[in-house]
């Protein structure tokens, strides 16, 4: 009896199939292949994780020197109309409304631009917040099965009996709600300190010119 009617007997009388060495060599194949490919996507998750955290971070540090090149220009300007007013004999309280008028303008324009900055730093935040919490989970993931594989190899176990097709799955982590109360404190603190310099400087002009 040929190998091939002798199989299909087993096959015919429920006994099964045994497996050539060709089709176990096959399995074999494939879950190194699967196994290879899992683990170079994930590393790829990580690998693109870590340079978009780089990335985000870079853009933080370029909007903050912005942000402290507006200051810097603001409290000039301030200085030289504080100078003005206490060097200019012409003016007198009758004039307020010039200073005042002129440092509302400049203080609402600079108001706009400090909103618009600190704007764009707390998404490039929220962003670079989620590629760390994302890369965190990468790399913890990447980690736990590789510890797994490692026990599987010394105790025999089969790749697909250890590791899941959906574990290598890595969704996009979002930061909890609490994370944008940083925001919001960040924000009072920016424009509480411009009404402080905002008083600050008209209490100074009506003091100037009217006493």
């Known amino acids: 009896m040929s ?3 002798c199989r299909e007997q087993k096959s015919w009388l429920g006994l099964g199939v045994v497996p050539s060495m060709a089709d176990y060599e096959t399995s074999t194949s ?3 292949h699967s196994k290879e490919t899992a683990f170079q996507a994930l590393n790829t998750i990580i690998q693109l994780h870590f340079e ?3 990335e985000k971070k870079r853009a933080i540090d370029l909007q903050k ?3 402290h090149k507006l200051f810097q220009i603001f409290f000039i300007f301030l200085g030289l109309v504080f100078l003005a007013q206490a060097q200019s004999p012409r003016l007198q309280c009758r004039h307020c409304w ?3 008028t002129l440092l509302s303008m400049a203080h609402l324009i600079f108001y706009v631009s400090v909103a618009q900055t600190l704007r764009c730093i707390n998404a490039f935040k929220y962003q670079r917040r ?3 919490l994302t890369l965190g989970l990468a790399t913890e993931k990447l980690r736990e099965i590789k510890t797994r594989l490692a026990g599987a190899a010394t105790n025999g176990a089969d790749y697909d009996s250890v590791v899941a097709d959906e574990e290598f799955e890595i969704h996009y ?3 909890p709600e609490s994370y944008f109360g940083k925001f919001k404190r960040n924000w009072a603190l920016h ?3 411009l009404i402080l310099i905002y008083a600050f400087m008209i209490s100074s002009s009506v003091v100037l010119l009217c006493f």
Request: glycine share 0%; net charge positive; aromatic share 8%.
């Open 98 to 100: 010039i200073p005042i």
């Open 173 to 175: 982590q979002e930061p």
């Open 130 to 132: 989620c590629h760390k």
């Open 52 to 54: 978009k955290t780089l």
């Open 30 to 32: 494939h879950n190194h």
């Open 3 to 5: 190998q091939r009617s």
């Open 65 to 67: 020197k912005e942000l």
């Open 191 to 193: 424009f509480s300190f």
